[in-house]
């Protein structure tokens, strides 16, 4: 059965589809994406992500392509075609095609190209025993908070952690916060506190972040939003890392020193027993 991908609303085979060469969001990265899991059909926090889409696109001048309701249909389609249930759904919409010039055209029509795959869930060894991460500079540009399809300090920094062995490098601005990691937010554990990075200009301000804070909440957990140092990192009782598709996976070791005792701890074992709920169950 041929992989299905859908591309300006035309459903082709994945090994066909394409966008024009002059499409900006290839020659200028101009343009932005969502990653969504999708759980039984059913898009895990889409409101999260459709109102992160939407602002994405504002904040880069820039228009929801179609309502919410038409994506769920295109993405219930392409589900169907993959034979699909549980599935990891990529969603792009770039400004579109035009002759290339730095201005941004008056009259074009924005690229949307969505793409399915059978839904990875993180290693069972990283989820039981903890990852390592090593940290690196943060020279990205003073918007992350917005999802742009330009990633390329964040390709550089995971291809620093791929070769020193290590799961994720954690972004460090010139005042020695950690900021968030490559494709993932960055949390430790004081006591029964998490500290998370401010969603500022500075972070993507991530869905499983969100929902994170809510069962937080929910587990009386105090969630603090401020910066936090490496130091205070490495001598954290707990660290932790979050993303749509990383779930929550417990960090053990930073930049060789372990991590209170080098084992995933039980704050972050609470809150990932809730995610793994919020995920599996249909109120997400
Ligand atoms: N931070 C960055 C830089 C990311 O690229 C991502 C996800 O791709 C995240 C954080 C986590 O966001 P979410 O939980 O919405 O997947």
Avoid at 15 to 32: K, L, P, T
Avoid at 119 to 124: D, F, G, I, M, T
Wanted: aromatic share 6%.
């Amino acid at each position: 059965m041929p992989r299905i991908s859908c591309v300006n609303g035309r459903y082709i085979r994945h090994s066909q589809a394409g966008v024009h060469i002059e499409d900006r969001g290839y020659q200028f990265a101009d343009g932005v994406y969502e990653v969504i899991v999708v759980v039984e059909g059913r898009m895990v926090d889409e409101d999260l992500h459709f109102a992160r889409l939407e602002r994405s696109l504002r904040e880069i001048r820039m228009e929801m392509p179609f309502g919410v309701d038409v994506f769920r249909l295109k993405v219930a389609e392409l589900l169907r075609l993959n034979h699909l249930r549980n599935a990891n759904l990529y969603i792009q919409v770039s400004r579109g095609v035009a002759p290339r010039n730095h201005q941004i055209p008056d009259e074009i029509q924005p690229a949307v190209v969505m793409t399915v795959r059978p839904l990875a869930v993180p290693k069972r060894e990283w989820v039981k025993d903890g990852v390592s991460i090593i940290t690196v500079p943060d020279i990205r540009w003073k918007r992350p908070d917005i999802k742009s399809v330009s990633l390329l300090p964040n390709i550089l920094a995971k291809d620093v952690a791929v070769r020193d062995g290590v799961y994720e490098a954690w972004q460090v601005d010139n005042k020695g916060m950690v900021t968030e990691g490559t494709s993932t937010n960055a949390w430790i554990v004081e006591g029964r506190s998490v500290i998370t990075y401010p969603p500022e200009n500075a972070i993507l301000n991530g869905v499983t972040r969100l929902a994170l804070m809510k069962i937080a909440a929910e587990a009386k957990i105090k969630v603090e939003e401020r910066p936090f140092s490496v130091d205070e990192a490495k001598g954290a009782d707990e660290a932790f890392l979050t993303s749509s598709t990383a779930f929550l996976i417990p960090i053990v070791d930073i930049d060789g020193n372990r991590v209170g005792n080098g084992k995933p701890g039980p704050v972050s074992r609470k809150l990932l027993e809730g995610y793994s709920s919020h995920l599996w169950s249909s109120d997400a």
